[in-house]
Structures are given as structure tokens and as C-alpha cells.
């Protein structure tokens, strides 16, 4: 049986695809109007906000994940990018959603900023489990 290794191109590729989730889901376009109600946010509130900050931020998050699930998909021999979106929904599940479910709640923020926040991960967890389920590569025998 051919062994699974980590792709690297894969992992950036989708990393680099992931990265266009957030300014999008965000943008006043799609949710970010609601996005600002629901935190009470203010534009004055974003004057100090350090927009280079927060891409390296996400770039390190985005790179932390994808290789993190690279390494399990070769433990647990992912073979396409169906099993690997399978794979990543269930890790969003169990350990993101419903961990910040019980964060927000605690900390009195509104179900729905938690659907909103959590839905764009989702969306890079399932880029992320596509392209690297689904671009495999194998270690030479």
C-alpha cells in the first residue's frame, strides 16, 4: 500500500485560497454590516485596528491548520478531497464550533455572531480539506 505524505504545495495552495474567505465574508457586500451590529462596533472602533497585524495573524493560523491537517490525512490515509472535507467538517465540529458555541454563550454573545464567525471557518476548513484530501502525494518505495 502506497504511503501518504505531506504535500506541500497542497497546503499552500489552500492556504492561500483560504485567506480569501474572511475579507469577503466580511466585506459590507455579505455580512459585515450585520457582523458590526452584532458586536456593536462602531467604525471609529477599527482606527487603531492594524490591518498588516491581522493578515500575518491569519497567514499563521491558516498555515498552522492546513499542516496540522496535512499530517493527520497521511495517519489516517485520506484518499480524496470528499474524505478530506468529511474529515475537516468533523474536526470544525467538535473542536471549534462547538467549543466557541460554549465560549460565546458564556460571554453573553448573540447564537447568531457565533453562526456568522463559524461559518467562514468552516468554509476555510473545507478549502482546506479539498485541495489536501484530494492532491495527494505518496513517499517513494
Known amino acids: 500500500m502506497k504511503q501518504l505524505k505531506i504535500n506541500h504545495a497542497a497546503v499552500w495552495v489552500s492556504v492561500i485560497l483560504a485567506q480569501l474567505v474572511r475579507p469577503l465574508w466580511y466585506d459590507y457586500v455579505f455580512f459585515g454590516i450585520r457582523w458590526m451590529e452584532l458586536n456593536e462596533f462602531v467604525e471609529e472602533d477599527f482606527t487603531s ?37 468529511k474529515y475537516a467538517f468533523i474536526i470544525w465540529l467538535c473542536f471549534r464550533f462547538l467549543e466557541v458555541t460554549t465560549q460565546n454563550y458564556f460571554s453573553l454573545r448573540p447564537f447568531e455572531l457565533t453562526i456568522l464567525d463559524e461559518t467562514a471557518v468552516l468554509m476555510q476548513y473545507q478549502i482546506f480539506g479539498a485541495i489536501i484530501g484530494g492532491w495527494r502525494k505518496y513517499k517513494s518505495e
Open 49 to 85: 485596528f492594524s490591518l498588516p497585524i491581522g493578515l500575518v495573524v491569519a497567514l499563521v493560523s491558516g498555515v498552522a491548520g492546513a499542516y496540522v491537517l496535512a499530517w493527520l490525512y497521511t495517519k489516517l490515509n485520506v484518499n480524496s478531497a470528499v474524505e478530506g472535507m
